[in-house]
Structure formats: C-alpha cells, structure tokens
C-alpha cells in the first residue's frame, strides 16, 4: 500500500509539474501579448486544476502511510521532527505548502472563470499559478525525489 501510493505520488509529480508550469506560461504570455482567451487555454487552466488537485488527494492519503508522515510525528515527537531539516521537510513544510499551492491553483482557476474578457482572464492566472508553482517549486523534495 504505502510503496504503491508513493510510487504514484512520485510520478504523478513529474506531470503536475509539467502542467502547471506549461498553464502558467501560457497564462503570462496570454497576458503580456495581449491575446484573446479561446478553448486551449481553457483546457490548460483546467487540465493543471485537476492534476494538481489529484496529486493533493494522493498527498493527504501518503501522509497517513508513510513513515515520513504523521507516523514520524508520533514516533519522534514534533520536536525532533522540527529540528531535522529532511524530517521538517516531509511531515511539515511539505504538506503544509503544497495545500497553499493546491488553494493558490484554485482561487487562480476560479477567479478566471469569473472574468468576461481576455485580459483579466489570463492576469487572474498569470498571477495566481505563478504563486502556486514557485510555492511547489520551493518545498519539493528534489534530492530524494531525483535520487541525486
Ligand atoms: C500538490 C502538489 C504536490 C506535489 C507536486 C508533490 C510532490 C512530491 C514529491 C516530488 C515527493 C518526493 C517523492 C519521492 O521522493 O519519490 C513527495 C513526497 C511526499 N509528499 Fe508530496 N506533493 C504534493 C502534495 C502533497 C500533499 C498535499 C501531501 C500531504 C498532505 C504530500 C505528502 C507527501 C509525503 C508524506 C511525502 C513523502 C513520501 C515518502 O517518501 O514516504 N504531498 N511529494
């Protein structure tokens, strides 16, 4: 169970990754060149909405699995826990930054569908995923996560 969610949520990141920054982009070019918001950015905005969303679910199920979760908080105590940086990383600033990214994405997401025309269309998602993906970007794992 728990190697077999962790799998998942390991490769599941490489697509979330991949979807946000390509929306995000999007977004800041929609934005910066003035162009009118048509399907493609709206499948886009989307298609990193539902990625993301997918990989918080798997996140909060792994957190409840993995002896790097909560089971190393009851195990060692909050204390230890809070003075080992890879420790801190998983069972706390991990999770904790992640559902910011997930709320980021979806404020982003919905405040766009709100807005009538192009412009504040993309400026609603230029900003907000741009926020969401530097928050990822911050609190990934990279070195275990990349094996490096
Ligand atoms: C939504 C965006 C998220 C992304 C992009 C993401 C990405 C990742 C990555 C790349 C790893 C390292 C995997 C490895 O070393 O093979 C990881 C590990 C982990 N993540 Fe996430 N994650 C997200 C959300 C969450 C959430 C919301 C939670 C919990 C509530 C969570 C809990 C964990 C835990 C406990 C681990 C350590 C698993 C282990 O190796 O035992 N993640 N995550």
Redesign the pocket.
Known sequence: M?TTI??I??Y???L??FV?LIATINAIAGFMGNKEYGPKDFRLALFALIT??I??????V??F??????QNITNNGMGEVMGNSLFRL??VE???V??L??VFITIGYSKHKKKLVSKPKFKALAIFYTIALLL?LS????A??L?L
């Open positions: 728990y962790q799998f949520h390991s599941w990141a490489y979330v990754l946000v993301t969303h990989q918080f679910l798997i996140g909060l792994l957190y699995v993995s002896p790097l979760g909560l998983y069972a991990h999770p904790i992640m559902i990214t997930v990822m609190r990934i794992p990279w275990q996560w094996d």
